[in-house]
């Protein structure tokens, strides 16, 4: 490839903004030093060659490592330990096959600081009641919401198999079913399962909804490594090995181009050769690689990554080792704009539909839209922040909020509130599981005062124009029409009785970018030409297909029951026994 030439692998992974954008995020991106050509061909390496000065150095894989200490055999090696590769492990091992997996972490430590699985139709939720709206009216929506550029032959299969997946993965574990979210545990056992704002809210309706919410998720308590652990326990009774501080280095790909296995090294650089008949990359996403987020999504580099989980020398996990690795083997980025994960929760009133105004007083949207597209219309404005202001009838208001993800719509009283021990035992914030209560709010107001003149003071803003613009903000309320933002009417509650209280909005933080390796229905990563690259699978966050431009929020936890859905599949299909895809499944 020539210097000035852009490899249709590289393009791919652009996406339309920075295939335009030329200039963007390019000049850090430029290769430093040189390596092997696009795949690590063990038989017959290709020779040495400077990247492309139009490609950042992610895409040049490391040299073939000359010195070896020790070689394993195995029919399925499965690279990383999160949801996905546990569920590809147990699943490959059950099949039958033998397996090996590795992860750079020190041990099994799985997103400890969340455990909401977006999961339809498991045996739980058919024991407390769980009813999810119909798969076309949910498969529709979340396509809508990505603006139709995901695979939706993913999403049915999500819809579909989901439920008995996650039943599957926590096989043998121990833990108390509770039966509404803020139901008191009524057992000594540590481990338990919550339903995410159920029942609904009273006279919800989805389909009356500008961004609609569908209900059923369900949360793993305290987190979700107790569900993997069981997981994990399984695939070990089934034969798997597992290697932790463990660094995937790169794949070996045959002179035929399939994948037969991987380097692996150890904390001290020591190198193992594992031979496979299969791999599946687990390895999670982007989020943590400035370079791969320069490269593929300059757009999200004012929000910062707060991934929990380190590896073995103490280094952020996420940072797209199995998307460049794929690469070096012949795949290629899926086509995007790839999908930042950018939640914002607001503060004690979470994200409710109140009025909002930017750092120059002024209102900017219509306020009635979830915290990942606030997020996005905070990154328009003045310092990229912004202030929730209401009065005091919020106690009479917030029902009429919507529900789901982020929102505080359910008021109790602080002695109502107390009676919520299994809630105040775990250490969520009331706001997190939709409720606020005078103490909460007035804690949590950031400005509280008896004018609106005090109250811009308080917020720094200008009082003339915050005036200015409360006062249009209720004049709309009053006729009912919002005729500036469209905001829904029910929820146009005016500014006019005080205390009046203002919470700040600081930018929202980034969990992960979703965007991964384009992959055909049975999750074989694809070459330039659209061919299966044989003896590869992918799933997780380094799977293409799932989500693309923007991450959905009407239902709580996809990302996770996704990624133990194609986890499974991933492992079954590496494991020789049996090929299914995202249209059926035997």
Known sequence: MGTNEVSRRAFLGWGATAAVAAGIGLTSCTPAASGTGSKAAEANPQSTTQASASEPAFLTPPEVPADVKEEKDCDVLVIGLGISGLAALKAAAEAGARVIGIDKQAELCVIADAGDFGIVNSSIQKEIGIEWAPKSTIVNQLMKDMCYRPNPDFLGYWYDHSGEDFDWYIEGSDFEILPTTWANKQTDKTNYIRPKCFPPLEGYDYASEYYPYFHGTITTNPNANWASKAAYDSALAAGAETMFATWADQLIVNEAGAVVGAYVRDADDVFTKINAKAVCLCTGDIGGSQEMRDYYVPWANEFACIYYDNDAKGVVANTGDGQRMGMWAGAHMELGPLAPMTHHMGGAMGINSYLQLNMEGKRFMNEDIPGQNIADQMSRQPQKQSWQIFDSKWPEQIAAMPDGH???????????AAELTTVAESGWSLKLLGIATPSSIDEGADVKADTIEELAKGMGLPADVVKSEIERYNELCHQGIDEDFGKVPTR???????PYYAIHFDEA????????????????????????????????????????VEYPVNVAGISLATALSFGRMAGINASGKQMIDAKHRA
């Open 509 to 548: 933080g980034m969990l992960v970018v979703m965007g991964g390796l384009e992959c055909n229905s049975k999750l074989q990563p694809l070459d330039d030409d659209g061919n299966p690259i044989e003896g590869l699978f992918v799933a997780g966050n380094c799977m293409g297909g799932r989500f693309l």
């Open 492 to 498: 146009l509650f005016p500014v006019e009785n005080p």
């Open 406 to 416: 982020g929102y505080a719509n359910h008021y109790l009283t602080d002695e109502e």
